[in-house]
């Protein structure tokens, strides 16, 4: 049956989106939410988390949150244990929070520190991946404190019952007590002859005593209620801390007739008042402690040099874990280096010690495993690396207990470590290992990034002299060009000054163009724009191309050649014209770097599959801290006054990237400044 149009219901308005419903939902749900990637990064938070944490979007922290913040690596989830329940989460289960008490101080924030529980619920695809998690936090900070009043309040009551059905008692108008307390006698033990009069105080604890004393007679002379604490002796010898209190009763003419009291044990009271206060002076000092690792690591982070991030690192480290002595000892070019120390007073005398770490003893066992060593005194000396420093350990500085970090790369390589040692007070805790391992780890970032900043500073250096160094080589043949070009404007000169002239002219134009190859030939090695041939080389024909190409160079500055090869000829496979321009290189690099009539070596030697072309002369050697970045572009070795060596210094660059490509490797050795070099290419053979 159709419906009358008359009486049929108009079209609805078109519905809203889901999509914009469940934004509406979000935004406006009087919970707060935080939606976290699977990562623990926050994706997104409604306006009830804002309210709730007093992070509004606009500000650096709401960015902060919603942007580098993981809380994977909080360290108020990490000391407490939220972590673990978070990571069940993001695996895959849906959790039950407990209640933790957050300070958003430490993360620089100015809201209050709330007590809250959550509710981590996964969201998943159809696959069941773990899309998201949905984290709905609840504020219980007011039901807490409601809580601790409720329990303060029965605490209370159960006392006054237990004193007024235990200890009640009565004196004279003058404070004298005459009549018999069972109940006093029954908390107490002292029968009434020992407790009559004012014998009662003989039951107070000797400190309290006088107090008690004075307070009572100065009520009993005034009229006033009597109240006070003290602690009372029990019948087992004990004492308990008691609430007293009497209240004078006056008769009809308003003089006090007789004072009617009872004495209340509040020792249960007390001390949950006493763990109370420590419970919160603890969690002050931690909160504390959080805002102190949460500066030290931005000041860490903010330094551009690895001295001053070691310097900053030691003196952070004693001051936030209350040591005696802190020191970083980082790992340089494979040797153990000590790169910062603070001492306090008690050190003084060793202020000086700068001996070296020989790669032995504890620091070493630490760099070794990669592990956290946080040992007692007894464990300490009971270590067998413990006087691991040689011939120093006498002189070295007495170490108290030992808390030490390795410092690891973000690829996992250790690069040395912080340690700590001769607390204030006490042993090294988990809390000072976890607040270390935290700093350690924005220390260990700082070091990267400051060696990140040297290297691109050095590769700037070197980029712009090599530029002001192409100008001038460019520029070179540019006069004598000039010249010949003057010469044969004027239209008079001989033919023999119109034949010179034009070979002017070619040699210095054959010059420039060798100089622009040089440039196109590396820009299109290290850009991977060159196709190598793959087809067997024969070793020693190569050898005798390169030999032949580099000859004129070597005649020319008088030097010496000796070849010595294998007389089993090795082959291998890849582009014959790259490997000659390889050793072509190598033996002008050994030319030009070695004085006017010295001697190089070239030699060939097979070892198993793998064939070594060695380049070795006597000339100006490598300089040890050149020696690692000889084959980085733009690096170049100190020129002659009169720039004899001539060239770019993008010749070993260029044979780098060629071995490389031929799936070989190059290296350089050097005893030093004028010690000569060794240059050895190793190939696979067929």
């Known amino acids: 049956m159709l419906p009358d149009p008359a009486t049929a219901p108009s079209t609805p308005e078109p519905h809203a989106s889901s999509e914009t419903r469940f934004r509406e939902l979000f935004e406006q749900a009087p919970t707060s939410i935080q939606i976290v990637a699977p990562d623990g990064r926050t ?25 580098e913040y993981r809380l994977l690596t909080d360290p108020q989830l990490i000391a407490t244990g939220i972590v673990s329940y978070l990571q069940r989460a ?36 159809h696959t069941g991946r773990v899309l998201e998690v949905m984290l709905m936090h609840e504020d219980i900070t007011e039901r807490i404190a409601a809580e601790q009043a409720l329990r303060e309040r029965e605490q209370r009551f159960r006392s006054l019952v237990m004193a007024t059905s235990q200890t009640v008692w009565s004196t004279t108008p003058d404070g004298r007590v005459l009549e018999d307390s069972p109940s006093w006698r029954a908390v107490t033990g002292q029968s009434y002859d020992e407790w009559k009069e004012y014998g009662w105080l003989d039951a107070v604890h000797p400190d309290d005593r006088e107090r008690a004393r004075r307070t009572w007679l100065d009520c009993a002379a005034t009229g006033t209620v009597y109240e006070t604490e003290y ?54 000092r931690h909160s504390a402690l959080l805002v102190k690792v949460a500066q030290a690591s931005r000041t860490l982070g903010s330094a551009l040099s690895s001295q001053d991030i070691a310097a900053g690192l030691v003196e952070e480290v004693r001051a936030i874990l209350e040591v005696h002595q802190a020191v970083v000892s980082l790992n340089v070019a494979g040797d153990q280096e000590i790169n910062a120390v603070s001492m306090s007073d008690k050190y003084a005398r060793y202020r000086s010690f700068d001996v070296k770490p020989n790669g032995h003893g504890i620091y070493a066992e630490v760099c070794r495993t990669n592990r956290v060593m946080r040992l007692t005194q007894q464990e300490l000396e009971a270590h067998p690396a413990y006087k691991g420093f040689g011939e120093h350990a006498a002189r070295h500085p007495t170490m108290r207990g030992w808390l030490a970090v390795p410092l690891v790369d973000r690829k996992g390589q250790n690069i040395g470590l912080i340690q700590a040692s001769d607390k204030l007070q006490g042993d090294f805790t988990e809390q000072d290992e976890a607040i270390l391992v935290q700093l350690a780890s924005v220390a260990a970032n700082g070091f990267e990034n400051a060696r990140l900043y040297s290297s691109l500073k050095e590769q700037d250096r070197r980029k712009d002299e090599f530029l002001a160094m192409l100008a001038h080589e460019l520029r070179n043949p540019l006069a004598p060009i000039a010249s010949a070009a003057e010469l044969l404007k004027i239209g008079i000169a001989s033919e023999e000054r119109v034949r010179r002239s034009s070979e002017v002219i070619s040699r210095q134009v054959k010059h420039m163009t060798s100089l622009v190859d040089d440039l196109l030939d590396i820009s299109r090695v290290t850009r991977g724009l060159i196709q190598l041939e793959h087809v067997v080389v024969d070793i020693a024909a190569t050898i005798r191309s390169a030999v032949e190409q580099s000859r004129p160079l070597i005649e020319a500055r008088e030097h010496s050649l000796r070849i010595e090869q294998d007389p089993i000829g090795a082959k291998v496979m890849g582009d014959p014209n790259r490997l000659v321009q ?41 300089d040890t801290n050149l020696l690692p970045q000889v084959f980085d572009l733009f690096t170049q070795a100190e020129r002659t006054p009169d720039r004899s060596q001539g060239g770019l210094g993008i010749g070993l660059a260029l044979v780098k990237n060629v071995v490389n490509l031929h799936g070989g490797t190059v290296t350089a050795d050097s005893s030093g400044p004028g010690q000569g070099s060794v240059f050895t290419v190793s190939l696979t053979t067929i």
């Open 231 to 284: 602690r009372l002796r029990q019948l087992d010898g004990s004492y308990r801390w008691m609430a007293v209190k009497g209240v004078p009763i006056a008769d009809a003419d308003g003089a006090v007739r007789e004072w009617i009291g009872a004495t209340k044990d509040i020792d249960d009271m007390v001390s949950a008042q006493a763990e109370l206060a420590e419970r919160l002076g603890r969690e002050q």
């Open 582 to 622: 390889v050793v072509a290189n190598l033996l002008n690099n050994a030319a030009k770097y070695t004085p006017r009539g010295g001697h190089i070596l070239l030699a060939v030697e097979r070892a198993g599959s793998t064939v070594h072309i060695r380049v070795q002369d006597n000339g100006i050697g490598i």
């Open 43 to 67: 994706l997104r938070v409604n306006k009830a988390w804002e309210a709730l944490w007093q992070i509004h979007e606009g500000t650096s922290l709401y960015a902060f949150i919603l942007g």
């Open 90 to 125: 993001l695996n895959g289960e849906s959790v039950e929070i407990p209640a933790i008490y957050y300070d958003v101080v430490a993360l620089g924030g100015s809201g209050r520190a709330r007590w809250v529980t959550a509710r981590a619920h996964p969201i998943k695809d």
